[in-house]
C-alpha cells in the first residue's frame, strides 16, 4: 500500500487540445433533497446516482455528443469475408472523393501493429490475411459522415475468400489460420483420483450460445491531435490505462503522449470502444491534425466488438444411490474467434467453476479454448461461469430424476461451505452460505397460478394478445446454484489509486475506476460522506493523467478502488481530528464524526465538520491491493481466485407446449452479497444481472454461419424488453462480511446473470419434461411436453 498526505490543489479542467464541448463526468450537481431536506446519507443509505436526473433528462454528456471545431468523420472499412487471403487494396478511388481528407491501411501503423485486451495477437488492420467477418481493413476521414462512408465503400479490395473454420471441433485438425497456432490454452485439471467413479452415471451434452453485450449507447469516441504530436481520446473506455498503454505502442508513441479522457459510460456489460475502435481515430486525427469522431452504426458494433463465448460442454456426473457426488467429468470447448484476447482468462473460470458451488472429491475436468473464422469472444459479464453453470444444473437435474430424488434436495446434500476445497485445491476461505441461500429459495412461496384470477388478466406466453390456448400452457419450476469468482484471477496486479481532497465543506475524490453503471461514482460518495461527515462529494473526471485503476467488472472497484477510497478519506480525517485531539490532550481516535458533527468520548469537545474544516485544504492519496494469486499449474491447481459469490435462484415458467413461447413469470433470488453499501442500487444490479440472463436463456443469440453474421442488428437480435423482464423476487440477502474485503462486500452484479439461465432452463425441463440442453431455449426445444 503507497499513501501520500499533505495540502490539496484543485483538479484540472481536463481539456485537450483543441476546443471540444464537453461536461465533466462525475461533476454532476448532487440529488435533489427528500421533502425534509435530508438526503441519503453514507453507507448502507440507497444515496440516488449524482447523475441519475441528467441521464433521465436527456442531458447526460456521452461521447456521441462532443464536438470539436473542425471536426472531421470516420469510418472503417470492414471486411464482407470471414477468412480471405488479401490480394490488393487501392485507396485511389476513396481519396478522390471531395470532402476526404486521409485514408489509411495496415501500412499507416508506424509501431507495434497488434491489439488485444490480454494476448496482442490481433493485427490493428488486416494486411494479409482477413480471419473473421467485420475485421477492419482501412479507414477513412472526410468533413461528413455519410462522405466518410462512400469513401471508404469506394475502397477497392481484391479478396481471394479461404474456406473458413467455422466448427471449433475442427480446428484441432484445420490448418493454422493464426502464426500462433489454432489453441489457445488447454487446461487438465486433475482433482482427487481420477479413476474413481459413481454407482449411478450420468451424461450430458450442452451448448450455450454467442451472447452480445449489446450497449444501447452509441459506439463512440472523438480524438483530437496534440501539438507535441500525441493525441488525445475521448471515449467510454472502462479502463483508459491499458487502453492507453497499447494504443501508444500501435502509435510509436510514448505513453504520455497518448492521453485517454474517458466520457459517459452509457451502460457496459463487456468491452465497448476497443482498441479496434481507438486506433483508426488516432490515426487519422494525427494524420489530417484535426479532430477526428467515429460513431458506430449497430451493424459495427455487432462485428466489431467481442461476444461471449459460445460452448460446448460434454459432462458425466457421477455418484452414489444416495445422491452424493463421487466424480465430475468435463469436456470443455470454447470457441474464442479469430484471436486470443481474454479467452484464457475466460477458460480458467469455466474449467475452475465446471462443478459448480457443490463439494466433489474427484474431478477429471478438460477446457480448451480454440481459434476459428467466427466472430471475436472476449469478456462479457459472467464469462465463463455462466456457460458452466447451465450444463452442471442440467446435470444436478439430470441425476435427481436418474436417483428419484427433488432436484432441491439432491443439490442440498452436495453444497459447498466454507472450508471445502475446489476442484482447483484452492480452499474456500471466504463466507459460503451456499445451503442456507438454497433453503432460501425453496421456502419463498411460489407466484399464484393464473386460474386464480379472471381469464381477461391472464398473461400467457407471448405476450398480450398472443395466439396461445389456455389449455396448451404448462407451468415449470427450476432451481439453480452458481458461484463467481470476485476480482482478477491467475496472478492479476488488482491494484487501485484514489486521492481525497477536502476544501472548506467540499470534498472530490480523483480515481480512475470508471463509472459504467456499476455505481461505484455513488459508492465513492457514501465512503467519503461516512468517514468525513461531509454531504457534498464530487468526483473528478477520469482520465490517464490519473494513476491508474484498472478495468471494471467481477465486483473490482467496489473491491479495491472503494478500498482506496476509504483508505485515503480515512487519512484526511486524520489530518483532520489530529489538531483537535491534541488540544484537548487526547487521541484522535476517542473522536468520533457522525451526522455532521464532531464529538470525544466524553462529551467534552462537540464541533461540526463544516467548523473544523473552514480555512483548511486537506487531501491523501492511498492505494488498495488483495492479496496476490497464483496461475493455475499443469495440472489445473493452484489458488487462482481473491474471493467468490455465490447465488441461488428459483424460476417459475409457463410454457405454450403447442407454439414452444416461454414467460418466465418470476424469479426468486438468494445471493451472498457480504454487506449492502446501497440497498436500491444493490437491487438494481441484481434485477439487471437477471434480466441479463433471462435474455441469454431464451431470445439472444448471434446468430453466425459459416462465419458470416446473419443480420447484425437490433430486429433479429431480440433483447429483452420491459414486457419480457420477470418479476425478481428477492427472498433474501445474506451479509456476512468477507473479512479481507473492504467493507465485507462481495461482487453482485456477475452471479445473477450466471445462474438465472439454468433456473430458466430447469423450468422449462420441468413443464415440458424434455431435455433442454441449448441456450438459449428455441422453441422446438419446448414444444409437446411429455
Excluded at 375 to 402: F, H, I, N, T
Amino acid at each position: 500500500m503507497t499513501e501520500q498526505a499533505g495540502r490539496a490543489r484543485r483538479p484540472g479542467t481536463g481539456l485537450g487540445a483543441a476546443a471540444v464541448t464537453v461536461t465533466p463526468v462525475g461533476a454532476a450537481d448532487p440529488p435533489p433533497a427528500a421533502a425534509n431536506g435530508a438526503l441519503p446519507h453514507g453507507l448502507g443509505a440507497s444515496v440516488p446516482p449524482a447523475e441519475a436526473d441528467a441521464k433521465v433528462l436527456g442531458t447526460f454528456p456521452y461521447t456521441a455528443d462532443l464536438w470539436a471545431e473542425g471536426l472531421l468523420w470516420a469510418a472503417v472499412l470492414r471486411s464482407p469475408h470471414p477468412h480471405a487471403r488479401i490480394k490488393r487494396v487501392d485507396t485511389a478511388a476513396a481519396s478522390a472523393v471531395p470532402g476526404v481528407r486521409a485514408v489509411i491501411t495496415h501500412e499507416d501503423v508506424a509501431g507495434d501493429a497488434r491489439l488485444g485486451r490480454a494476448a496482442g495477437d490481433r493485427p490493428a488492420f488486416a494486411s494479409e490475411v482477413v480471419r473473421y467477418h467485420g475485421e477492419p481493413i482501412a479507414a477513412v476521414a472526410a468533413d461528413h459522415p455519410e462522405t466518410a462512408r462512400l469513401a471508404a465503400a469506394a475502397i477497392a479490395v481484391e479478396y481471394e475468400p479461404l474456406e473458413p473454420v467455422a466448427d471449433p471441433e475442427k480446428s484441432f485438425e484445420a490448418d493454422p489460420i493464426h502464426p500462433d497456432g489454432n489453441l489457445i490454452r488447454h487446461i487438465p485439471l486433475r482433482h482427487g483420483d481420477p479413476a474413481a467413479t459413481g454407482e449411478v452415471v450420468v451424461e450430458g451434452l450442452y451448448r450455450v450460445g454467442r451472447q452480445d453485450p449489446a450497449p444501447i449507447g452509441v459506439e463512440s469516441g472523438l480524438a483530437v491531435p496534440r501539438p507535441d504530436g500525441g493525441v488525445e481520446i475521448y471515449t467510454a473506455s472502462t479502463d483508459p490505462h491499458a487502453d492507453r498503454d497499447r494504443l501508444a505502442a500501435c502509435l510509436g508513441l510514448a505513453p504520455e503522449q497518448v492521453k485517454i479522457y474517458v466520457t459517459g459510460v452509457p451502460g457496459s456489460l463487456g468491452d465497448r470502444e476497443d482498441l479496434g475502435f481507438q486506433l483508426p481515430l488516432s490515426l487519422l486525427a494525427i494524420r489530417t491534425a484535426s479532430p477526428v469522431k467515429l460513431a458506430a452504426t449497430r451493424e459495427e458494433s455487432f462485428l466489431g466488438h467481442p461476444h461471449r463465448h459460445p460452448t460446448l460442454l460434454r459432462y458425466w456426473h457421477h455418484a452414489d444411490r444416495e445422491g452424493r457426488l463421487v466424480k465430475v467429468e468435463a469436456q470443455l470447448l470454447m470457441d474464442a474467434g479469430a484471436y486470443a484476447d481474454d479467452s484464457a482468462e475466460a477458460l480458467a473460470a469455466a474449467v475452475a467453476f465446471a462443478a459448480g458451488p457443490y463439494k466433489v472429491p474427484n474431478a477429471v475436468i478438460d477446457g480448451w479454448a480454440v481459434r476459428t473464422n467466427n466472430p471475436p469472444s472476449g469478456y462479457v459479464r459472467g464469462e465463463g461461469a455462466m456457460q458452466v453453470c447451465a450444463a452442471y444444473e442440467g446435470q444436478m437435474d439430470k441425476l435427481a430424476a436418474q436417483l428419484g430424488i427433488d432436484p432441491v434436495e439432491l443439490r442440498a446434500r452436495n453444497v459447498l461451505a466454507t472450508g471445502d476445497p475446489l476442484p482447483t485445491g484452492q480452499t474456500v476461505t471466504c463466507p459460503a452460505p451456499v445451503a442456507e441461500l438454497l433453503n432460501a429459495v425453496r421456502e419463498a412461496p411460489l407466484p399464484p397460478l393464473p386460474k386464480d384470477g379472471p381469464v381477461e388478466e391472464w398473461l400467457l406466453p407471448g405476450g398480450p394478445g398472443g395466439a396461445g390456448e389456455p389449455a396448451a400452457v404448462r407451468r415449470g419450476v427450476g432451481y439453480a446454484l452458481g458461484m463467481v469468482h470476485v476480482l482478477g484471477a491467475e496472478g492479476a496486479d488488482e491494484v487501485s489509486t484514489a486521492t481525497v481532497k477536502v476544501e472548506g465543506a467540499v470534498a472530490t475524490v480523483l480515481c480512475a475506476a470508471v463509472e459504467s453503471g456499476q455505481g461505484f461514482a455513488t459508492l465513492a460518495r457514501q465512503i467519503v460522506q461516512d468517514v468525513l461527515g461531509v454531504d457534498e462529494v464530487h468526483l473528478a473526471p477520469v482520465d490517464t493523467d490519473q494513476p491508474p485503476a484498472g478495468p471494471g467488472g467481477r465486483g473490482r472497484h467496489t473491491w479495491v478502488s472503494a478500498g482506496a477510497v476509504d483508505r485515503a478519506a480515512k487519512m484526511v480525517r486524520t489530518q483532520l481530528l489530529q489538531p483537535l485531539a491534541m488540544n484537548f490532550g487526547m487521541s484522535p481516535e476517542l473522536l468520533t464524526i457522525a451526522d455532521g458533527k464532531i464529538t470525544s468520548y466524553d462529551g467534552v469537545l462537540s464541533t461540526t465538520v463544516a467548523e473544523a474544516l473552514e480555512g483548511k485544504e486537506l487531501w491523501a492519496t492511498a492505494q488498495c491491493r488483495p492479496h496476490p494469486t497464483e496461475r493455475l499449474n499443469e495440472t489445473g491447481q493452484g489458488d487462482a481466485f481473491v474471493g467468490l459469490s455465490f447465488a441461488a435462484m428459483r424460476a417459475v415458467v409457463d410454457v405454450d407446449v403447442e407454439l414452444g413461447s416461454v414467460r418466465v413469470v418470476e424469479v426468486a433470488v438468494a445471493q451472498d452479497v457480504g454487506r449492502v453499501l446501497n440497498p436500491r442500487q444493490l437491487r438494481a444490479r441484481i434485477e439487471a444481472g437477471v434480466t441479463q440472463g433471462v435474455g441469454a436463456a431464451l431470445t439472444e443469440h448471434l446468430r453466425v454461419a459459416r462465419g458470416v453474421v446473419r443480420r447484425p442488428d437490433l430486429a433479429d437480435y431480440a433483447l429483452p424488453t420491459a414486457l419480457d423482464a420477470p418479476e425478481v423476487r428477492i427472498v433474501t440477502l445474506v451479509e456476512e462480511r468477507d473479512v479481507v474485503a473492504p467493507f465485507g462486500a462481495k461482487a453482485v452484479s456477475s452471479v445473477p446473470l450466471v445462474v438465472s439461465p439454468a433456473a430458466v432452463a430447469g423450468a422449462v425441463r420441468a413443464a415440458t419434461g424434455r431435455p433442454v440442453n441449448r441456450l438459449p431455449i428455441r422453441p422446438q426445444s419446448a414444444v409437446g411436453a411429455r
